[in-house]
């Protein structure tokens, strides 16, 4: 049982305690300068998701005062273009190309307005909406990882207390060696949440 202790005391030596405490200060430090970058690229995508979503509702308008504006045209062309096709003819030229497409898949008769139409005239506005969700994804992503970084920082900062209270107390001391343990179990601890924390890409 001595000897055990013996051993196991060999980690409350000076020179161990020494590297763990540096060890746990550069961990922490290097964990807490991710963790600040991690939180600078979630407000980054953050605002670019929140940039996007605009633009897309932009767009989104813009495609309903075209559908409307083509709704009317296309209307009053038909309504004249018996009876007065000079008149038809302006509200002809006044199509969209989405509208002609539409009115060439589909024929004059009826409503020529189709999926294909609607798609068209909301292109912009779904591809926008489609960046402002990948942007509020990634943002996601990192926010998780300065949550994890934080742990990381929050474990090593506790290893570091420990491996500190132990370097003021004497070597004899079963308190040394029980903080010394408790800062290697921490520094350890911490590692391995560090090497699962996954990479943004």
Same mark, same amino acid.
């Given at each position: ?8 005391? *060999? ?21 807490? *300068? ?32 075209? #559908? ?5 045209? *296309? ?53 926008? #909406? ?34 500190? #209270? ?36």
């Amino acid at each position: 049982m001595n000897q055990l202790l013996d051993r196991i005391r *060999f980690i409350s030596r000076e020179l161990v305690l020494g590297t763990m405490i540096a060890l746990l200060s550069v961990g922490t430090a290097v964990a807490s *300068f991710q963790g600040a970058m991690a939180d600078s690229e979630q407000n980054k995508f953050e605002i670019a998701g929140m940039k996007a979503l605009n633009d897309g509702n932009a767009e989104y308008l813009t495609g309903n005062q075209v #559908w409307i504006q083509d709704d009317s045209n *296309f209307d009053n062309y038909y309504i004249n273009r018996d009876r007065d096709p000079e008149l038809a003819d302006y509200y002809y030229g006044n199509f969209t190309e989405e509208l002609d497409a539409a009115i060439e898949r589909n024929g004059e008769e009826g409503y020529p307005i189709d999926d294909e139409y609607v798609d068209a005239i909301y292109a912009s506005a779904y591809a926008f #909406w489609e960046e402002s969700d990948t942007s509020f994804d990634l943002g996601a992503k990192w926010d998780e990882r300065g949550d994890m970084l934080q742990l990381v920082v929050m474990i090593m900062a506790l290893g570091l207390a420990f491996s500190a #209270w132990a370097s003021l107390l004497k070597e004899e001391s079963n308190m040394r060696l029980l903080f010394s343990l408790a800062g290697m179990i921490m520094f350890v601890y911490g590692l391995i949440v560090y090497i699962g924390i996954p990479n943004v890409s």
